[in-house]
């Protein structure tokens, strides 16, 4: 089993999806271990996203996250990470399949619906920055 870190990012919340994609996960197979609303700010984010921090459109990013509260969850599935990944399909919601999250949700390369850990270790990282182990159930 594995866990991953999913964000139902500002433009899921703001379109009132979030109810909409929690089915989806939980319909494929993913338990829930872990769950909160929250409104991101700079430092939560500079540690979430420190691989980009340094690129241009990282200012960008932190505008669009910060925009409206996000939904942080910790679900459990077996090869969770690579089954969220394809559930969501790629980063860039214009060439994402229909079908996935973000091929029927999502609007560009930015505003694509969700975040999901990329690897274990980003994973066991990124629920860290998020959740204290006594808010995983
Ligand atoms: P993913 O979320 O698919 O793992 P990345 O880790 O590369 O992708 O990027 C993190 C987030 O930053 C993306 O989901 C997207 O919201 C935003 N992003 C990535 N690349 C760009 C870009 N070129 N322009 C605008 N936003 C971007």
């Not at 969220?84 to 229909?98: N, V, W």
Request: aromatic share 8%; charged share 30%; hydrophobic share 40%.
């Amino acid at each position: 089993m594995e866990r991953t870190l999913i964000i139902f990012k500002p433009d899921c919340i703001k379109r009132k999806l979030e109810g909409k994609v929690l089915d989806i996960f939980l319909s494929k197979g993913f338990n829930l271990k872990a769950c909160k609303m929250m409104k991101l700010d700079m430092d939560i984010l500079s540690r979430h996203y420190d691989h980009l921090k340094d690129m241009p459109f990282f200012p960008g990013i932190v505008d669009f996250m910060t925009s409206d509260n996000v939904m942080v969850l910790v679900f459990e599935a077996e090869n969770a990470i690579s089954k969220a990944r394809e559930l969501l399909g790629p980063t860039d919601s214009k060439k994402a399949d229909k079908g996935t999250i973000r091929g029927d949700f999502g609007t560009d390369m930015r505003m694509n619906v969700c975040h999901a850990s990329d690897s274990v270790e980003s994973a066991e990282r990124e629920i860290a920055n998020f959740f204290l182990p006594e808010e995983i159930f």
